[in-house]
């Protein structure tokens, strides 16, 4: 799940990024508001954390270009208190929460969980799948109440592939997801992640569409 945090307080972006990344994200921050609106326009994030108030475009500006130009990736606005006509603004103009500042880290960690929730129609935490339960929150995959040993990167996968369960997702696009912009994104290492979350969880979970991606199967459709 990648998250872009535009905020150009650093008092803000640091703890949240660290937070974020601690259940699970993998974030990126920028700063300025024409370079967040560039990144918002042109990559796929799961959640983007958007201040309004942004150096050379505010966040209400940007918010409206990517909805005018039909992106759809869940926006979370961060507001100051008591700007009531901001927060009716920034929802009218297509974001999906808002926070007002000052908040709780966990606040906002719950709230992005919620977002990507139901960004895929899901209605809890947890998820069912193939005799296991894979659970957001408590960040682990349980078979009969047993935790199964996976890595961050494994989990990451394995959350990316069930929150779009039933839809075949690209090598590139869960590179794009699973890294940060700034790491060194090899497309292969998926392969190899793909291979270990079977050896796993069972070869069946995850199945290979040769030349298209990898989908975990929506329950009751056809293998
Ligand atoms: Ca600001």
Same mark, same amino acid.
């Given at each position: 799940? =990648?998250?872009?945090?535009?905020?150009?307080?650093?008092?803000?972006?640091?703890?949240?990024?660290?937070?974020?990344?601690?259940?699970?994200?993998?974030?990126?921050?920028?700063?300025?508001?024409?370079?967040?609106?560039?990144?918002?326009?042109?990559?796929?994030?799961?959640?983007?954390?958007?201040?309004?108030?942004?150096?050379?475009?505010?966040?209400?500006?940007?918010?409206?270009?990517?909805?005018?130009?039909?992106?759809t990736?869940?926006?979370?606005?961060?507001?100051?208190?008591?700007?009531?006509?901001?927060?009716?603004?920034?929802?009218?103009?297509?974001?999906?929460?808002?926070?007002?500042?000052?908040?709780?880290?966990?606040?906002?960690?719950?709230?992005?969980?919620?977002?990507?929730?139901?960004?895929?129609?899901?209605?809890?935490?947890?998820?069912?799948?193939?005799?296991?339960?894979?659970?957001?929150?408590?960040m682990?995959?349980?078979?009969?109440?047993?935790?199964?040993?996976?890595?961050?990167?494994?989990?990451?996968?394995?959350?990316?592939?069930?929150?779009q369960?039933?839809?075949?997702?690209?090598?590139?696009?869960?590179?794009?997801?699973?890294?940060?912009?700034?790491?060194?994104?090899?497309?292969?290492?998926?392969?190899?992640?793909?291979?270990?979350? =079977?050896?796993?969880?069972g070869?069946?979970?995850?199945?290979?569409?040769?030349?298209f991606?990898?989908?975990?199967?929506?329950?009751?459709?056809?293998?």
């Amino acid at each position: 799940m =990648r998250v872009l945090i535009a905020e150009d307080d650093e008092r803000i972006s640091g703890p949240l990024r660290v937070t974020l990344e601690s259940a699970g994200f993998v974030v990126d921050t920028e700063t300025d508001g024409e370079i967040a609106w560039y990144r918002g326009d042109t990559e796929s994030f799961d959640t983007i954390i958007l201040d309004l108030g942004l150096p050379t475009l505010d966040g209400l500006t940007v918010l409206k270009r990517w909805r005018a130009a039909g992106r759809t990736s869940p926006v979370l606005v961060l507001t100051a208190r008591g700007r009531w006509e901001e927060k009716v603004e920034a929802i009218e103009a297509g974001a999906d929460d808002y926070v007002v500042k000052p908040f709780r880290m966990e606040e906002v960690v719950a709230r992005v969980r919620a977002i990507v929730r139901r960004a895929n129609g899901l209605a809890s935490s947890r998820i069912g799948f193939a005799g296991y339960v894979f659970d957001a929150r408590q960040m682990q995959v349980t078979r009969d109440g047993v935790p199964v040993e996976l890595t961050p990167l494994e989990f990451r996968l394995l959350a990316q592939l069930l929150h779009q369960r039933g839809k075949v997702i690209s090598q590139l696009e869960l590179t794009e997801h699973l890294y940060r912009q700034d790491a060194d994104r090899d497309p292969n290492s998926i392969e190899q992640l793909v291979g270990r979350l =079977r050896r796993r969880l069972g070869a069946d979970v995850i199945q290979t569409r040769r030349g298209f991606g990898y989908v975990v199967p929506a329950e009751g459709q056809a293998s």
